[in-house]
């Protein structure tokens, strides 16, 4: 069963996020609700798909992407950036630090659960 | 896989509801940030860390209503974000006007989404006040920002990861020709979080913490590195000193910058707008109360137990002003006694309505609980390739906050043992002749001062044959015991026994069931044990509904009155000499079709003493967790409500005693401990 990592600060949009992935196929979700707390659990967890925020309170989601492509288990590891900001420049900035994929909240669930299928299957 | 725990409509009917819950709790958040704000801009400068919060306030309303197609919410979180950021990012300047737009804003945000709440939909109408952001917000102006950060010569790695805004705040330092230091830590995984924060607050005292970007530690298993980006005005060597607590080592990155250079941004004063009375459409304005949509408040609990306490006050000075009357009734005080007895029922009256109204603010439904472990039972099945569906019954049932929250982990356990040892592989049961699916039924209830939770599985059962074996293979009973099935049956409470060869994955490490039962006990719960071979097993949690007060048997044993609290009474019982049996020296007695061991309590405290023997006594059958013990004292003396209060260090060794509580008649009893008591019979080598 693949694992997807879910970080995510706000409560409403996490588990709205987690049905989106649970409706779209036999996946497990592992949730982190701050940068800090991914941060935790990554080196612990085996992961298979990373889906980020980029706006939360201890350490943003780019820090946090920095950090997953220096550990050698997640160089490859597929990861999407879920954010408010969609500016060329914050995409940019996202997919030059190994973001594989950037979506622009309000996301769309059926564009999200095709691109979980297209990563990880 | 399934549960019965949701269906599409309930979900999205649940998800507003979160959805307007949150948003209430943000719009919150950012009234109290921008009252910080105000306060420090009449000086001028406002706090970066406060209006950055209530920026990102704004941006989480935003991308939330965003996501449930509430476009007047998102369309002005949306603008007022744009505000906040040229604000955050110095492109407008916070004055008084700026600061009226935010309060009309956030005003006007707090009235679409209690409209929202109140099931009347949005109004779309924010036109006007979206107009009056616009305006405010200054088309930036050219900077020369990038050349000023290029000077300074950050690694491409670090400055990618920046966001604007700490591009933005890494500017204004390097314009106020701050040094900027790179500090490198390394902290232990368990603890980074509290050893970060340690780091940043001595660092903040002299300087700006701009950004905190982890990296992989030496040991990718243990340790995390961080690199904190940091300004102050300070030089190297201080800063060095600053984090020698930390272990942290002290770079300056770049060339300092020269003085002066850049200090020219340009910046736009928000202009006083003149033409325009501060309000917006009146849909919104006749909306726009001070009252809350989802009438509840959030409340320390510490703040909750604080006023149970003054409530168990009240109740003794109640008894004492009731034992008064008693006096003044012996004496013959008659005409004005009767309006005393009336005024002390009447106050009597109001006290038990004021500590059941205090009672109810801590309860909340187990619900809450099920929800938990609806997933719980989703994931582990998975992962086991089982089938499971949950059933869950009294979801309104209502518990202590705090009692919740401890229970919420043995119960995880219990339902993890549950599909991990008791409902077989779909094969099996098939095989079997029972259903593919097995099933699991959480049930919540209540019965007089107790809650019960009941966990039943129509799985395998316990098997008393391996469980025997297995206490003996690790050496907890010899072969030559004879246990009953009951006694065999909890034998998987005792420390070191655990069925279970693998580590659990759901809590990232195997708990056994004696965990399991002294979280239950830490709460003064009990824990029963059913199970029939082939059929399936059923726990049962006894909890008490509250902590807070707690109702006590007063008993008298040797002369001294104890209490003990009523939560863990099971009953109580006339002792007849005859019912003493002795079995290997030590008294028990039959209780239905179970042998019960007995205490004798004054024997427990003065071992020494001699013992009076009367001719008839009483037994207290008290139990914790799954253990029972009957008691032998001298006087049952009723029921009456007390509040435990700690004897102090001193005492803090003392077996047996868990405090002291006031009788309200100016008498202190000591309260018994029944698991402390429990636990120190059991030591002595009685079986219990």
Request: charged fraction near 25%; glycine fraction near 8%.
């Amino acid at each position: 069963m693949k694992r997807i990592l879910v970080t995510e600060d706000s409560a409403t949009m996490r588990s709205l996020l987690i049905s989106t992935i649970e409706a779209c196929g036999d996946y497990e979700v592992v949730e982190a609700a701050s940068g800090f707390e991914a941060l935790r659990l990554l080196p612990r967890e085996q992961i298979d798909l990373i889906i980020t925020d980029i706006n939360m309170p201890d350490i943003n989601g780019l820090e946090l992407i920095s950090y997953v492509r220096k550990n050698s288990s997640y160089t490859h590891t597929p990861l999407f950036i879920i954010s408010t900001e969609g500016r060329e420049k914050d995409v940019e900035k996202g997919l030059s630090l190994g973001a594989n994929e950037y979506l622009v909240k309000p996301i769309s669930p059926a564009r999200l659960q095709e691109l979980i299928v297209k990563y990880i299957g | 896989m399934e549960t019965e725990m949701s269906d599409a409509n309930d979900l999205t009917g649940k998800a507003v509801k979160d959805f307007l819950a949150e948003a209430e709790e943000i719009l919150d958040h950012l009234c109290s940030d921008l009252g910080v704000m105000s306060d420090i801009s009449e000086d001028g400068e406002c706090n970066p860390d406060s209006l950055n919060s209530v920026f990102r306030g704004a941006h989480s309303l935003k991308g939330l209503a965003g996501m449930f197609g509430f476009t007047g919410v998102q369309e002005l979180a949306h603008h007022l974000e744009t505000l906040l950021d040229s604000l955050r990012l110095g492109k407008v300047k916070l004055g008084a006007n700026v600061m009226t737009l935010l309060m009309d804003s956030l005003e006007a945000l707090g009235s679409l989404v209690r409209n929202l709440a109140d099931g009347g939909g949005e109004d779309p109408d924010v036109g006007q006040l979206v107009a009056r952001i616009d305006r405010a917000v200054a088309t930036p102006g050219e900077s020369d920002s990038e050349s000023l950060l290029s000077a300074l010569g950050l690694p491409a790695s670090m400055m990618n990861a920046l966001t604007e805004y700490e591009e933005h705040r890494l500017l204004e330092n390097v314009k106020k020709s701050r040094c900027i230091y790179s500090v490198l830590a390394s902290f232990s995984l368990a603890t980074f979080d509290q050893d970060l924060a340690e780091l940043t607050e001595s660092l903040k005292r002299s300087g700006e913490v701009i950004s905190t970007l982890p990296s992989v530690g030496a040991n990718i298993e243990s340790s995390i590195d961080f690199e904190l980006l940091y300004a102050s005005a300070k030089g190297v060597d201080e800063i060095a000193a600053l984090v020698t607590d930390s272990n942290a080592t002290v770079r300056v990155l770049g060339a300092k910058p020269s003085a002066g250079q850049g200090t020219s941004q340009h910046v736009t004063v928000f202009q006083p707008e003149t033409e325009e009375p501060a309000q917006i459409s009146a849909p919104i304005d006749t909306a726009m109360t001070a009252k809350s949509m989802s009438r509840t408040v959030r409340v320390d609990i510490g703040k909750l137990d604080e006023l149970m306490n003054i409530v168990g006050e009240l109740v003794l000075s109640h008894s004492t002003i009731n034992d008064i009357s008693e006096k003044m009734r012996k004496e013959g005080y008659s005409t004005v006694l009767s309006e005393l007895i009336k005024a002390a029922k009447g106050l009597e009256r109001r006290l038990n309505e004021l500590q059941k109204g205090v009672m109810e603010i801590r309860m909340i439904p187990v619900g809450q609980l099920y929800e938990k472990m609806g997933r719980i039972v989703r994931k582990i099945s998975r992962e086991q390739g089982k089938k499971v569906e949950l059933k869950t019954f009294g979801a309104d049932t209502e518990l202590d906050k705090l009692i919740m929250e401890d229970i919420s982990d043995p119960l995880m356990h219990i339902i993890r043992n549950a599909i991990d040892h008791g409902i077989e592989p779909p094969e099996e049961r098939a095989a079997a002749g029972k259903e593919e699916r097995g099933l699991i039924s959480l049930s919540s209830y209540q019965k007089g001062n107790h809650v019960v939770i009941e966990i039943e599985d129509d799985g395998r059962g316990i098997a008393i044959d391996k469980v025997k074996r297995k206490a003996i293979e690790k050496g907890l009973i010899s072969p030559a015991d004879l246990l009953t099935d009951r006694e065999a049956i909890d034998l998987i409470f005792l420390p070191g026994f655990s069925t279970s060869e693998t580590v659990s994955e759901v809590s990232g490490r195997g708990v056994g069931m004696d965990v399991v039962k002294s979280n239950i006990a830490a709460v003064s719960g009990m824990v029963d044990v059913e199970s029939i071979a082939g059929q399936g097993s059923r726990m049962t949690i006894t909890l008490p509904i509250t902590l807070a007060i707690i109702k006590a048997l007063i008993i008298a044993s040797a002369d001294r009155y104890y209490a003990l609290p009523i939560t863990s009474v099971l009953e109580s019982l006339m002792l007849e000499k005859k019912d003493i049996l002795t079995v290997e020296r030590k008294e028990v007695m039959q209780l239905r079709e179970s042998t019960l061991p007995l205490l004798r309590l004054d024997g427990f405290f003065h071992p020494d003493a001699k013992r009076i023997e009367s001719d008839s006594s009483f037994v207290v059958v008290v139990g914790v967790a799954e253990k029972r013990l009957g008691l032998v004292v001298d006087d049952l003396l009723g029921q009456q409500d007390i509040v435990i209060k700690t004897l102090g260090t001193m005492f803090e060794g003392l077996k047996g005693i868990s405090g002291a509580a006031d009788l309200g008649d100016q008498r202190t009893i000591l309260v018994l401990d029944v698991s402390g008591i429990i636990h120190e019979v059991t030591k002595s080598g009685g079986q219990v």
